[in-house]
């Protein structure tokens, strides 16, 4: 009997579904230890990514071990999840090479991606060869039907969602840079406090101060262009750097900031090094997730003298829950399975809660932007005014779209910001 039992294993582990299924993973994992440890953004340690590639490695293997001995349904899920998470982590290189061709671990996610797409084709098949087994009525057959509909909706929402987000988040591929906009912006390098090297351009400063311009999470030093300008125009200085994974810089991706704090602390020492610059005249504007950055780093250092956070939201599960109400109850499968993969795939962590950092900020000015048409802004932005002590100055704008008040009401932006950075910087 032991013999007939172990021949029916084996012939299980045999049977094509399940050599297509193994096969399909072998090519995810392959990319997955290419990306943590062979063909690594620069300067990156190797461990940083251990443990993503740890957990996929275990999960992968798990998967592989239990797909032959699962029912059909389930099956057809695995397959459809891995598949899903391949497919999207290996879109992102095709993408990449689309842009600039094949480079560092493009390759073996292009075999990702083909993964991904066998595998969800696999998924798709399984129901339809194995339909109607195991009901004896058409009434239970579609009552089968609906608990897999209903539990699909369920793992694509509070699992699937979130985490290929994640994965977007910490693997976005960098974008060209370009040229700087004009003569007057010279490219500079300088490291961050943790050593990596950041790439970015200056424009040199007409009244001794000067400001750092800290992009959005999926942008770059160019997403920060038009307020340079402006601040330009008035005789600041300007720095628009791209923080770490992005652009021309060391590191890698994370579309939460964490760890950028480090970087606006490499910027804070570069200006302060400069000649055109006054040490005690220098101020910083951040983006959406810069903008939550410098929430962070005002309540740690206070050799920032002035702070504008447009756009600021949250970073952290944390943050997200201290919404409270119906939101929290809706939002918390995606928004904290998010933070919870991020951390996986990043290898770094969110660090304090930013309603309990912005308590921390006074005596440093600072002027929060909120735009009414982002996700919650205006209720995270309501919170931390009510957090932080004076001198606070909440700009609330219900009509005007994510960190686009520059566009949508360019004169009373470069009012409200310049006039605050003039008083902040200039009137010491």
Partial sequence: MKAIAGSATMSRYRAPATLVFGSAIALALLHALDDAFLNRQPGVGADEHALAALMALTLGLAGVIAFPRLRP???????????????????????HIAVEGIAESDLTGGLAAVAGLVLIGLGLSIPWRHRGEGAATRRRRWGYRLVAVLAGMIVVY??????????????????????????????????????LKLSGWYRASQNSAAVILVHGGGSDRTGSQEHAELLARHGYGVLLYDSRGRGESEGSANGAGWGWDKDVAGALTFL???????????????????????????????????????????????DFLALGGAAVWLGAPIFCTM???????????????????VARIAPTPLLLIA?????????FNLIYAKAARDPVELWDLPDVNHTKAINERPAQYEQRVVGFFDRALLTK
Avoid: W
């Fill in 73 to 95: 349904a389930l099956r057809a899920g695995i397959a459809l999840v891995f598949g899903i998470l391949a497919l999207v982590n290996g879109a992102l290189h095709i993408a």
């Fill in 158 to 195: 509070a699992f699937l969602y979130p985490v290929g987000f994640a994965l977007v988040q910490t693997h976005a591929f960098r974008q060209p840079i370009g040229d700087p906009p004009s003569a007057a912006y010279i490219p500079v390098t300088f490291p961050a406090s943790d050593g």
């Fill in 371 to 379: 735009g009414g048409r982002g996700q919650f802004e205006r209720e």
């Fill in 272 to 318: 302060g090094e400069r000649n055109d610059v006054d040490p005690d005249r220098i101020g910083a504007l951040g983006l959406s997730t810069g903008a939550n950055v410098l929430l962070e780093v005002a309540a740690e250092r206070k050799d920032l003298s002035a702070v504008v956070a447009d756009g600021a939201g949250m970073r952290s599960c944390d």
């Fill in 339 to 357: 933070f919870a993969a991020q951390r996986v795939f990043s290898g770094s962590s969110p660090g304090k809660p930013l309603e309990d950092l």
